[in-house]
């Protein structure tokens, strides 16, 4: 199996370096660090793929990184971006984009099926 | 034992309604969620001490929830919040003030010692 234990693994939050809006949450694993850090493009560790990803690999929608912090315990990272295109497989600018109430707040900025036509989603 | 699967929390990330910074992330399982809905303050599920934490019980760094939104995928929650105080134990403003390579960045707002006392950290 591809699966990694949780614990290698941290939360990395990609928020746009310039509006500050929070785009997506993904994980990294030390890997997908090295690979953010060396091609300043960020990586991810796929959870439910089980295989490390660059985001945009599929669709084009890459995140160029800015700046890489990190929290107080050094478990969480927080990655300031340029996001091409869109953060969310789903068509929106950001994955955060309904309320917990359903009510839809985000703003759409592409077609999920014109990008990821029968591929499926990244 | 009080720790909880992995499988039943939800990583939360609060982040400051007016300026957009993100203060921090923490845990949440079904009942954090429901008391911070209820109370509109931020509770959350502590993994080192096992057990649900108001933010700010002993500090006094409350943060008072102005909006719920969740991801596409239902599996992060992101809180937009005035956070009374500062967010991290360590005595700045969000828990993101390094750099990965180090450098401070963050803004430093109350001196732990005076906050927590002997108590330990929150």
Redesign the interface.
Same mark, same amino acid.
């Given at each position: 199996m591809n699966s990694k234990a949780?614990k290698e693994l941290k939360?990395a #939050?990609a928020?746009d370096y310039e %509006?500050?809006? $929070?785009l997506?949450?993904a994980y990294m694993d030390e890997e997908a660090l090295r690979l953010t =850090?060396e091609t300043g493009k960020a990586h991810y560790w796929s959870r439910s793929r089980g295989k490390l990803w660059k985001k945009g690999e599929s669709s084009g929608h890459e995140q160029l990184v800015k &700046? /890489?912090? #990190? &929290? *107080? &315990?050094e478990d %969480? /990272?927080?990655l300031k971006v340029e996001q091409i295109g869109g953060a *969310?497989?789903?068509g @929106?600018r950001s *994955?955060? @984009? =309904? %309320? /917990?109430n359903g009510a839809i $707040?985000g703003k759409k900025v592409f077609e999920p099926d014109e990008v990821y036509g029968k591929k499926g989603k990244e």
């Open positions: 949780e939360p #939050i928020q %509006t500050g809006e $929070v997506m949450l =850090r &700046d /890489i912090l #990190i &929290d *107080c &315990d %969480t /990272i927080l *969310c497989h789903m @929106y *994955c955060f @984009y =309904r %309320t /917990i $707040v």
